[in-house]
């Protein structure tokens, strides 16, 4: 389909360009982009001046859509392994054997014995988040996986016990907030996460720039911090510590404050008294009156906020620090105020939608079956997906299927993954290349690229900073020979969840039914009754508005008031205290963290030479205390190692790293056999997945430990 051209240039010698308007999928800030095409080639990608969003912001990345959509790498059809090599498939004979393999394993073994794992893409993807969804719950297996327990659990976990729905995570109201403080964060990479928020670097600047402050707490002074007023550094893992001082501090100076009705703030006031500031300083690192002096702050400014993120979650504390960090925006009076964390509404809005399809959460209501482990809104920690692969018995995984993730490089422990998936009697993975995780499986599904397909954001409109809706259609008609990811998802829930009388019908209805059918149907009963021919005359986005108060009325608590004591973390108090008994003493140690770059996008974006270009980028920083201690240059090479392994890194010897911390970005490493990437291939680097400890995780939520692992840096 090709939607009607906005803008129009002729030339002699070339085919007519046009240019195009649609929405980035590439990270959470949704930026518009305006894609120059000559037929089919994409000569030119920009921002969207006119988007009202993003006004024209794109980060290099948004230029790079155009390589992944002439990448001579991307799959343009099935595969099936043949041996050591590969064979072209078409999609019914694909599709079918699919069905197949998976339905007699089903029925041999039971539903539980085919997994599924779905990675960070579904999220940017319309169609894996309608048919994607619509088959894993045709599925019905208990061994569901997704990159949700390497990222964002501990924030949903704490939206299900305060709020009452997973689904229900507020975000901060950056651009009328006049003091942000940014914890385990760093939207100046990342582009902002739970915080859907393009160019979050001029937000940040128009804060300054209106008498605000922004501080940043992150054991890595950091892009966002080198652009804050105040840079502290803190101990990996210790923000639950942190934020129980600073609301100890809030008790104990009378500073809790809010209209927003709150249950259980005697239980939180008695466990914070365990946690005076002074205690704290010396667990966290930040000075006692530092301490003080953020509770207050965050007190005491009519529009405030405490943001936290990735490195508040995938920690050992991070059940208990991303609780408190909603927690302590609520005792402050900033939860549901103007500047404060608020929650949006979004034109539509996922909260009763996941409860008409069985998804509005829950915890720990079952556990896993090798090492009881909790489920997590119907899914497992990816901690233990190896384990029930490889330990025999009823309920064992037989078969997997990934879609959108790759967890050999993604997940702590890849190696241990990728020898458990070699031992499946069945493995497909939805993804359009050949990596490290899609060599493993039996038959590879590759769905057509970001620019042919259209496009909606349902998750992230509904964690932006602003009301905003955009609909994107595809830019190009997709071949005969190509399937978009909700063809394939449509193709095989046909195949696996209808009786075979049914299924031609099942094809048929399919074929008419795309994702748009039910994204009109969700826009007309959505709060801003809009509909998709709306959307449609409105190419560069519509914006409805800024956030609003919306509480007691939106939260989904029995009771309708904010639970700030929730039981699960009452109980997972005692682990703090014994694990800060006694105050870390000076050991010399080092502990690893990660790091995200504004060109790299966890493992799968490294095809892209304009993205790889210049110097290495998985390196490990270390500071100049430890490196000199351990003979460590600038520019050498170093062995970072655990009892798991060991991989080498160039060394770069900086300040910004907080002493006794070293940090090593994730997803790199794809000079492996078997990998189809041209160009990630040769480019240097390692997955230090494969060296950290899949055991390691936050026992509440089940969440990966993918921060705070003890590393040993030796020169080489
Ligand atoms: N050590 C360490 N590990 C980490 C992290 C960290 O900070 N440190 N971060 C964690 C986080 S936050 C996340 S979200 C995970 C990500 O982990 P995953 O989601 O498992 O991995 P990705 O690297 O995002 O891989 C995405 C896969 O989707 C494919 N893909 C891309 N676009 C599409 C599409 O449109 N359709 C389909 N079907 N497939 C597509 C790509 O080819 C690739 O194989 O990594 C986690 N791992
Ligand atoms: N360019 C780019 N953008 C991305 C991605 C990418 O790979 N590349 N990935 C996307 C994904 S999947 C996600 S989830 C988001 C994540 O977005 P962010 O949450 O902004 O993630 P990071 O940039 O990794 O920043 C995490 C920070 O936490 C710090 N940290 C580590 N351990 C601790 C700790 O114990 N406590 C505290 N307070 N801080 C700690 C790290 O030093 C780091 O600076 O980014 C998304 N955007
Ligand atoms: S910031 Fe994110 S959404 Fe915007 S252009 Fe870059 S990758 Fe795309
Ligand atoms: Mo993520």
Redesign the pocket.
Known sequence: MRTPTIRERSCHTRPVATTQFRSCT????TCGIAVTLEGERVIEIRGDADDPFSRGYI?P?GAALADLHADPDRLQRPLMRDGASWRELGWDEALDLVGERLGALRAEHGRDAIAVYQG?PTVHNLGLLTYGQLLLRSLGTKNTYS?TS???LPHMLAALLMFGNQLLMPVPDIDRADLFIC????????????MTAPDVKARLAAIRARGGRVV?????R?E??DRADQHLF??????AV?LLAMIDTLFTEQLVRGRVPLTGLDALRTAAAAWKPERAAAITGIAAAEIRGLARALATTPRAVLY????????EFGGL?AWLCYTINALSGHLDEPGGLMFTTPAIDPVPLAGLLGLDGGFARWTSRVSGKPEFGGELPVSVLAEEIETPGPGQIRALLTSAGNPVLSAPGGPRLEQAFRKLDFMVSIDPYLNETTRLAHVILPPTSALARSHYDVALNAFAVRNVAKYSPPLFERTAEQRHDWEICAGLLTRLGLPRPLRGIGRWLGAKLGPEVILDAALRIGPHRLSLKQLRRRPHGIDLGALEPRLPKRLATSDRTVHVAAPPYLADLPRLERRFARSPAETGELVL???????????W?HNSQRLVKGPPRCTVLVHPTDASARGLVDGGKAKVSTPRGAIELVVEVTDEMMPG?V?V???WGHGRAGVRLSVASTVPGESVNDILDPAVIDELSGTSA???QRVEVTAV
């Open positions: 590439l990270c959470e800030a980060c990345k960070n990159s390497l990222d964002q914890l385990g964060a760093n939207p100046l990479a990342s582009n902002g996460s739970i940043v707490i992150d054991p890595r950091t966002t911090a803190l101990r990996p893992g210790t923000d942190l936290g993120r990735i490195g508040v979650c995938t920690q620090a963290v990660g790091r995200r770059h504004l060109r790299s996008n966890n493992s974006m911390v940090s970005p994730h997803g993918l921060f705070g």
